[in-house]
């Protein structure tokens, strides 16, 4: 156990809709970070957030937004969902030393 | 471009049978490269990391090896529980770059 929590951790919703990602970091870790991982791309790098700032983008797309709470707590926010967008979407967190990203169990999303 | 390449795409061991995986990367200043373990449906599992060409670190029946280019991760005499994706990834100032892994199989 990683100690970094996300839910839901199934997610089954239709084209155009828009839903929201929860996870909660390790306790005492200011960074959260965000993933997609498809069958075809692998694990791609959205976006980081550092103590409620976003601190760097990856391939996010225009529909999907995230924020990073006082609590800490991270939401991951997609809309106007495509079938494309079905994938597992990973939350992971770091300390100070923002290299070691802890990862946690993943919510899968599936666009019908 | 920044890259990385994990080879082979997949590998199927007998238990006991050693071997390595290999991590070539393209990047302009590596900070860190990382090596994760992935079952099916579960968030990676952190392994090693290594921050400078010559850098070993070892942990049970895996072992990590960076060089300039690449990193290797030895598996000594597997057991049929080594089987798994794994991800190697690197970190390129705020950025961390993942490669598409190896799924590795051993047989018992």
């Known amino acids: 156990d990683s100690g970094v929590t996300q839910t839901p951790k199934h997610l089954i919703t239709a084209t155009g809709q828009r839903v929201t990602l929860r996870c909660s970091p390790r306790?005492?870790?200011?960074?959260v970070y965000w993933y997609q991982q498809s069958l075809d791309q692998g694990l791609q790098f959205l976006i980081q957030?550092?103590?409620?700032?976003?601190?760097a983008k990856g391939n996010i797309l225009e529909r999907f937004s995230a924020q990073q709470f006082p609590d800490l707590h991270s939401e991951l926010n997609l809309s106007s969902l495509e079938l494309g967008d079905s994938a597992l979407y990973f939350c992971?967190?770091?300390?100070?030393?923002?290299?070691?990203?802890?990862f946690g169990p993943g919510t899968r999303l599936l666009v019908l | 471009e920044d890259q990385v390449t994990q080879s082979p795409e997949a590998l199927r061991l007998q238990e006991g049978e050693s071997s390595s995986l290999n991590c070539s990367y393209t990047v302009s200043g590596l900070r860190g490269l990382f090596w994760y373990r992935q079952d099916p449906g579960k968030g990676p599992e952190f392994l090693f990391t290594?921050?400078?060409a010559g850098e070993e670190k070892e942990k049970e029946r895996l072992k990590a090896t960076l060089t300039k280019k690449e990193s290797f991760l030895h598996i000594t005499a597997p057991k049929p529980e080594d089987s798994a994706t794994y991800l190697c990834a690197v970190q390129v100032k705020d950025k961390i770059i993942f490669g598409k892994g190896t799924r590795l199989h051993i047989l018992p």
């Open positions: 992971a967190s770091s300390g100070w030393v923002q290299e070691t990203q802890y």
């Open positions: 290594l921050y400078s």
């Open positions: 306790s005492g870790d200011l960074s």
């Open positions: 957030y550092y103590n409620g700032e976003e601190r």
